[in-house]
């Protein structure tokens, strides 16, 4: 990793934190650069939960327009199997896989 890069990224917040109004400590200013240093690699992650939850809503919502009781009763079961069977074993064999790497 290049330090220029990296001295260039934090360059607008420290002109942001000479500009403002708020007295920042320079163990403040480290803590945040921490915090995003620490964050910013788990935003795919984070939208790819929340883009796996988001297909399960979209999926009722077409289906709920549909006024049929029975078809919903299905998604809502079908859903529940998928999230059962196929999400329960992927994070159990992940959680199991991590305790055996570590």
């Given at each position: 990793m290049n330090n220029d890069s990296?001295?260039?990224?934090?360059?607008?917040?420290?002109?942001?934190?000479e500009s403002s109004e708020i007295e920042f400590s320079p163990d403040t200013v480290n803590t945040f650069r921490a915090i995003t240093d620490i964050m910013f690699p788990t935003v795919p992650s984070v939208l790819s939960l929340i883009?796996?939850?988001?297909?399960?809503?979209?999926?009722?919502?077409?289906?709920?327009?549909?006024?049929?009781?029975?078809?919903?009763?299905?998604i809502g079961l079908g859903m529940m199997m998928m999230n059962l069977f196929c999400m329960g074993v992927s994070l159990g064999l992940c959680g199991a896989i991590d305790t055996l790497v570590s």
């Amino acid at each position: 990793m290049n330090n220029d890069s990296s001295e260039d990224k934090y360059e607008n917040i420290e002109n942001w934190v000479e500009s403002s109004e708020i007295e920042f400590s320079p163990d403040t200013v480290n803590t945040f650069r921490a915090i995003t240093d620490i964050m910013f690699p788990t935003v795919p992650s984070v939208l790819s939960l929340i883009f796996e939850m988001i297909i399960e809503v979209i999926t009722m919502f077409f289906v709920g327009h549909l006024e049929d009781p029975v078809l919903l009763g299905g998604i809502g079961l079908g859903m529940m199997m998928m999230n059962l069977f196929c999400m329960g074993v992927s994070l159990g064999l992940c959680g199991a896989i991590d305790t055996l790497v570590s």
